[in-house]
C-alpha cells in the first residue's frame, strides 16, 4: 500500500476470524440491505418567502410553503375569507402584540367578503397565534383560536414541522368555517354556496350520517378532546367481539367523541388522537361513507382483521382491528399510514409492508416500505417514548423520531425529532437516507430530494422518483443518467428511462427504449441480474465501547458479520472490484478494494452463474473513531467473462450498538 493509500485508508481493518465458504445452486435467504451512486449535487433549500399571502421570515415552513400557499388562496376562492401565514423571529414584544401589528399592516381581511385569518408563528418565542377578524370572531372564537394555536402550533413553532402542524390547522379551520356556513352561522357570498365544496357540506348539515344532530350541538368551544365521564367511556370500549368492536367505533365516530385516552383504539392511535385536533367532517364523511357500504364484512388474520365492503361507496375506508389482550382495537395509525387517497376520490394501498395487507387486497398492491412498528422490547408505547426523551445521544433521537411516526404516526413530533438528528450529525448516512426516504413516502420531494443527494452512490433511482414526483423530468432523467453510467444493463434504470420519456411524449425514444428493454429482458444470459451481497445477520451489532485483540492488533468500534456475494445472472462473471468506505456520525474511512478477501474457487475473481462465495469477519478501526454506529459501503464492479462492459452496483449495512 502507498503512502496516500496508507492515509486515506488506515483507519479501517478488517480481521478475518471465520473459514472461507462457497456454495453453489439455491439462492440465499439472508436478508441485504440495498440502496438502489451519486452525484455531488445538492439543491439549496428554497426562500419561501414569495407568496402573496406567505411570509416566512423564520424560514421554518420548509417545504410547505407552496403547499399553504395554494392552500390560502383556496379559502379566499372558495369562502372569500383572506388567510395570511407569517412566520417571525422578533423578541421585543409578545406574541400577541406581533400579531396584531402584521394583522393591521398586511390589512388581512378588508378587501374580503367573509372575512380575514392571520396564522402567526414566532420560533424565537416559541408560541403561535391565530388572529381573527371581527366578522369571524362568532365563528372562530377566540378561546378556541387560543387552544388551537397552543396545542397545534406553539409545539411545532421552531423545526420544520411547524409548516406540517400549520397545513393541519389550515385543513380544520376548512372545515369549521364550510360546516358554519352550511349551518347557517357564517354568511358566504350567494355564487360560493352554489360550489361543489360548500354542497358536500351542505349534505352533512342537512342530516348525512345523521350529521345535522351532531354538528349542531358541538359549538366550537367545546373541547373535542375533553375526557369522557365514566358512563360515556362504557359506550366506546373494546370488545372480544369483533362486531362489538366496529359498532363501538361507530357509535364513537357518531358523537364525535374525541377523547384521546379511549380504551377502543390502540395505544398508538391514542397519541394520534392526542396529537391532532379532531376534524368534524371528516370524521362524518368516513362514517357516511362506511354506511352506505354495508355491509361490512370482516376479514381475519390471526391477531388483524379488516373489515371492508364488497360494494364500497367511492371514499370508503375499511377498519382496522388489532386484537390486544384478548380484545380488539381500532388501529388508526396503520390506516392512515398505509391508505391514501388517490386522485380517484377513492383511496389506495401505499405500503404493503403491513400486518393488515392480506385483507386490503381491493385497494390494490403497494410497494414494500421499511415504515413497520418498530418493536419496544415489551414496554409500552408510552414508556419507551418517555425513555427515549430522556437520551439525548443520536440514535435515541432518531429511534424517538421513528416511533412517532412508525407506531404512531404523528409527523410533527416525529419531524421535530427527525431534525434534531440531522442537527448532531449533519453529514450522516443514516440520518440523511432515513429522514429523506421518510419524506418522500409522504410525498414530500422537496424536502427529500437534498436529504437524499447528500448520503452519496447507491440512492441514484430513489432520488429520479423525487424529482419524478415534483415533475421535474429534467433532474430525473440526470440521476437515471449517473444510474445507467454504474450500470448500463440496469433494466429498471432503463424502464424509469421510457417512464419519463412517456411523460416527455417523445416517441422516437419511447420506441428506442421500449425495443432495448424487451432485448435486454430476453437475453438469456440474463447480464441484467446484479453481482448481489448479502449482510448475515441483517443488522450487525456495533460495539463503541469495547475493544478486541485479533493477532496481536487491537481493534476499535467493532462488529461481526458476513458478506455473500452471490451472481444471479446466467453467465460467468469477473469480479473487477469490492471497494469498501466506512462512514458514519464520525471520521469517513475506507480499506479500497478488498475483492481478494474472498476467495474464488475458479481463480481469477471468477464467479459461475448461481455461484457465491461467503466471508466472515471482525470489521473494525485501529484507533477509537467515535463513531457511535458505522455503515459499511461496499461497491461492486465486475464484467462478463471476456466481455468489455463494466457493471456497478452500491451496497450498505449498518451496525448499531445494542440498546441494552
Known amino acids: 500500500m502507498n503512502k496516500r493509500t496508507g492515509l486515506l485508508f488506515g483507519l479501517l481493518v478488517v480481521v478475518a476470524i471465520a473459514a472461507i465458504r462457497v456454495r453453489t445452486g439455491a439462492d440465499l435467504h439472508s436478508s441485504s440491505l440495498i440502496a438502489p451512486p451519486t452525484l455531488p449535487a445538492t439543491i439549496p433549500k428554497p426562500v419561501e418567502n414569495h407568496y402573496a399571502r406567505i411570509d416566512d421570515q423564520a424560514q421554518i415552513l420548509f417545504p410547505f410553503g407552496e403547499k399553504l400557499s395554494r392552500m390560502a388562496d383556496s379559502f379566499a376562492a372558495d369562502l372569500g375569507v383572506d388567510v395570511h401565514i407569517v412566520t417571525l423571529t422578533a423578541r421585543a414584544s409578545s406574541i400577541e402584540e406581533q400579531a396584531d401589528r402584521v394583522f393591521q399592516t398586511r390589512k388581512i381581511g378588508t378587501a374580503a367578503p367573509t372575512g380575514g385569518v392571520l396564522v402567526v408563528l414566532n420560533p424565537t418565542l416559541g408560541e403561535a397565534r391565530i388572529e381573527v377578524g371581527y366578522s369571524l370572531e362568532g365563528t372562530l372564537t377566540d378561546l378556541h383560536m387560543t387552544r388551537l394555536a397552543g396545542n397545534q402550533l406553539a409545539p411545532y413553532a421552531s423545526y420544520g414541522a411547524a409548516g406540517m402542524a400549520v397545513m393541519d390547522v389550515l385543513h380544520y379551520l376548512r372545515d369549521e368555517l364550510y360546516i358554519a356556513s352550511a349551518l347557517g352561522s357564517l354568511d358566504i357570498p350567494a355564487d360560493l354556496r352554489e360550489k361543489p365544496e360548500y354542497l358536500k357540506y351542505q349534505k352533512f348539515a342537512s342530516g348525512g350520517a345523521g350529521a345535522k344532530a351532531v354538528i349542531s350541538t358541538k359549538t366550537l368551544d367545546e373541547d373535542s378532546k375533553q375526557l369522557l365521564s365514566a358512563e360515556e367511556r362504557a359506550r366506546f370500549v373494546p370488545s372480544a367481539n369483533i362486531q362489538k368492536s366496529i359498532q363501538a367505533f361507530l357509535d364513537a365516530t357518531q358523537a364525535l367523541a374525541g377523547d384521546p385516552t379511549l380504551d377502543l383504539f390502540t ?57 390486544e389482550n384478548g380484545k380488539w382495537r381500532i388501529d388508526l395509525v396503520e390506516t392512515w399510514k398505509n391508505l391514501f387517497f388517490g386522485n380517484d376520490g377513492n383511496y389506495y394501498l401505499r405500503n404493503s409492508n403491513t400486518p393488515y395487507a392480506p385483507g386490503l387486497a381491493q385497494f390494490g398492491e403497494g410497494q414494500y416500505y421499511d415504515i413497520h412498528a418498530l418493536p419496544l422490547d415489551d414496554k409500552s408505547l408510552g414508556h419507551a417514548l418517555a425513555e427515549l426523551s430522556e437520551k439525548k445521544d443520536l440514535l435515541s433521537t432518531l429511534r424517538r423520531a421513528e416511533i412517532w411516526l412508525r407506531n404512531c404516526f404523528v409527523f410533527p413530533e416525529a419531524f421535530t425529532a427527525y431534525e434534531a438528528a440531522r442537527r448532531q450529525a449533519p453529514d450522516d448516512p443514516l440520518i440523511l437516507e432515513t429522514i429523506g426516504r421518510r419524506a418522500l413516502y409522504l410525498g414530500f420531494p422537496e424536502m427529500a430530494i437534498p436529504m437524499l443527494e447528500q448520503v452519496g452512490r447507491g440512492l441514484e433511482l430513489t432520488i429520479t422518483e423525487a424529482y419524478s414526483d415534483l415533475g421535474d423530468t429534467h433532474n430525473a432523467r440526470r440521476w437515471v443518467d449517473a444510474a445507467l453510467t454504474e450500470n448500463p444493463y440496469d433494466l429498471y434504470a432503463l424502464r424509469w428511462l421510457k417512464f419519463l420519456a412517456d411523460k416527455d411524449e417523445n416517441k422516437k425514444e419511447i420506441k428506442k427504449l421500449a425495443a432495448k428493454i424487451s432485448a435486454l429482458a430476453k437475453d438469456s444470459t440474463q447480464k441484467y441480474a446484479p453481482i448481489k451481497l448479502y449482510f448475515e445477520p441483517r443488522v450487525p451489532q456495533h460495539d463503541p465501547v469495547t475493544t478486541v485483540d485479533v493477532g496481536g492488533t487491537t481493534v476499535y468500534d467493532h462488529s461481526k458479520f458476513g458478506v455473500w456475494i452471490k451472481n444471479t445472472s446466467k453467465r460467468a462473471v469477473t469480479i473487477e472490484s469490492v471497494n469498501l468506505d466506512s462512514t458514519g456520525d464520525a471520521q469517513k474511512s475506507g480499506l479500497g478494494d478488498i475483492k481478494d478477501y474472498w476467495h474464488f474457487p475458479s481463480g481469477e475473481h471468477r464467479l459461475d452463474p448461481g455461484e457465491f462465495v461467503w466471508l466472515e469477519r471482525v470489521w473494525g478501526f485501529t484507533v477509537e473513531t467515535g463513531h457511535t454506529h458505522v455503515r459499511y459501503v461496499f461497491r461492486t464492479c465486475w464484467r462478463g467473462v471476456d466481455e468489455a462492459v463494466r457493471q456497478c452496483r452500491t451496497q450498505w449495512v449498518d451496525t448499531l450498538p445494542s440498546r441494552e
Open 267 to 323: 395505544p398508538g392511535s391514542r397519541l394520534m388522537r392526542a396529537r391532532y385536533p379532531l376534524a368534524r367532517f371528516e370524521e362524518l364523511r368516513r362514517l357516511e361513507a362506511i354506511e352506505a357500504s354495508k355491509p361490512l364484512e370482516v376479514l381475519q388474520q390471526e391477531d388483524y382483521a379488516v373489515a371492508t365492503s364488497r360494494k364500497p361507496v367511492p371514499g370508503f375506508v375499511p377498519i382496522l382491528l388489532h386484537r
